[in-house]
């Protein structure tokens, strides 16, 4: 069970947001993305789920694993056929106003590299993203 942390958002002084792995915050209403990003900094291991912040647990061995097997897969197959970029786990990407996943993996098409190159660190939409989930952290990583 998560831990969680109500507060207004006016009583959060500290930034960039620390929190325990697995700990939810939410405030009085939903955050957007772009307070989400003013809260937290790169180093922040959190995603905003429907307004509400979600700490990520640390990867399991098994997560990693399969990650790195994907990620080379994905990475061999888009250079070999000059198809865009396979970016990791640290690049954010909005999905609504009230809500910025980093995937695990993500797949930007040639065409759309301009969204990843011209952003802020890439804060924007990608053509596919993978999330690898481990057993015990799955109703977390699925917002349930």
């Not at 930034?15 to 003013?38: A, G, I, M, N, Q």
């Not at 009230?98 to 660190?121: G, N």
């Not at 804060?123 to 481990?134: K, S």
Request: charged share 25%; glycine share 4%; aromatic share 8%.
């Amino acid at each position: 069970m998560p831990n969680v942390v109500v507060a207004s958002r006016e009583e959060i002084h500290t930034y960039p947001l620390r929190l325990e792995p697995e700990t939810v915050f939410c405030t009085d209403r939903p955050l957007t993305v772009e307070e989400f990003y003013e809260m937290v900094d790169e180093d922040t291991n959190a995603e905003l789920m429907e307004g509400v912040i979600v700490m990520k647990s640390p990867a399991s061995y098994r997560q990693e694993t399969l990650f790195s097997f994907l990620y080379t897969t994905l990475n061999l197959y888009v250079k070999e056929r000059k198809l865009g970029q396979v970016l990791g786990s640290r690049t954010a990407v909005r999905i609504t106003n009230h809500t910025a996943r980093e995937p695990d993996l993500l797949f930007v098409s040639k065409q759309r590299l301009d969204i990843i190159l011209s952003a802020a660190s890439g804060r924007n939409q990608t053509n596919f993203g993978l999330q690898i989930a481990d057993y015990g952290t799955l109703k977390l990583e699925i917002g349930n």
